[in-house]
C-alpha cells in the first residue's frame, strides 16, 4: 500500500474508529459513553460506505445510504437518550452493570 | 505527497486522535468534546471523498443535533461532583483484546482484498443528484425513514415524560 492516499487510506482510518467505537462500547460503564462509542462505529460505517461510493463502483448510492445511516443515528440517541433519562430518575444512576431489574 | 493527500493525513490524525480521546478519556465531558472534534474531523474527510453534500448534513446533525443531545443527557444524568467516573470501566485487559483483535481483521482484510474500482473522477455536484435519487430510486427507504423519525420523535417524548405523572 502506498503512501498516495487512494480507497485503502479511508479504510484503515474507517477501520480504526470502528475499532475504537467497539473498545468504549464494551469497557465503559456509562450508558452516554456506550452511546458515544456506538456513534463512532456508525461514522466509521458511513466512512465506508461514502469511500466505496468515491472510488468503488457504488457512485452516488454510497452516498444516499449515509444519508440514511445519519437519520437513524439521529432517532437512535433520541430514543436512547430518552431511556437513559428515565431510567436516571427510576434508579439514580446510568451505569448499564448497574441497571439489572426489570421492576422496582 | 501532494497537498491532497497531506490534508487527508492531516485531517485522518485529527479525527483519530479525538477517537482515541473519545473512548480513553477519565472524564465524560471531555470524551463529549473530544466527540466534536471527531466528528469535525469525519466531515472533513467527507469533503476529501467529494461528498460535500454529507459532509454539510454531517455537521448539522452530529455537531449540531446529536452532540446536543448527548451534552444535555450528561448534564441531566451526572451528579455534580462525579464528573470524574471513578471505577467507570469494566475490565480493560478483554476490551482490548477484543478491540485489538477487530481491528487487526479489518485492517488485514480491507488493506489486501483487491476492491473493485471505477476509477472515475470525482462528482461535481452531489446535492442535486442525491435528491434525484431519493425521489427515484430510494424512494421507499426515504418514505419509511420519514415515519421512522416520527414515531421515534414520539416514542421519545412519551418515555421520557411517562413517570412524571404516575411515580410507581
New interface residues.
Partial sequence: ?S???E???????S??????????V?????A??V???I??IL?AA??NF????????M???G??V???V??????????L??????I???LNT??V?EVDKLK? | MNWYDITFYAFALVTIVSAIGVVFSRSIVYAAFSLLFAFFGVAALYVLLAADFIAITQILLYVGGILVLIIFGIMLTSRANSVEMKKGLLSIAPSVVLAGVIAGTLIGVLTTTKWPSAGTAPAEETAKPIGALLMTKFVLPFELASVLLLVALVGAVIIARREKGRKA
Fill in positions: 500500500m503512501l498516495h492516499v480507497l485503502g487510506q479511508f479504510l484503515v482510518v477501520a480504526i474508529l470502528f475499532s475504537l467505537g467497539i473498545y468504549g464494551i469497557s465503559r460503564k456509562n452516554i459513553m452511546l458515544m462509542g456513534e463512532l461514522n458511513n466512512m461514502i469511500a466505496f461510493a468515491r472510488f468503488g463502483v457512485n452516488l448510492s452516498q444516499v449515509a444519508v440514511f445519519i437519520i437513524l443515528a439521529a432517532a437512535e440517541a433520541a430514543v437518550l430518552a431511556i437513559v433519562l428515565n436516571y430518575q427510576q446510568v451505569n452493570d422496582n
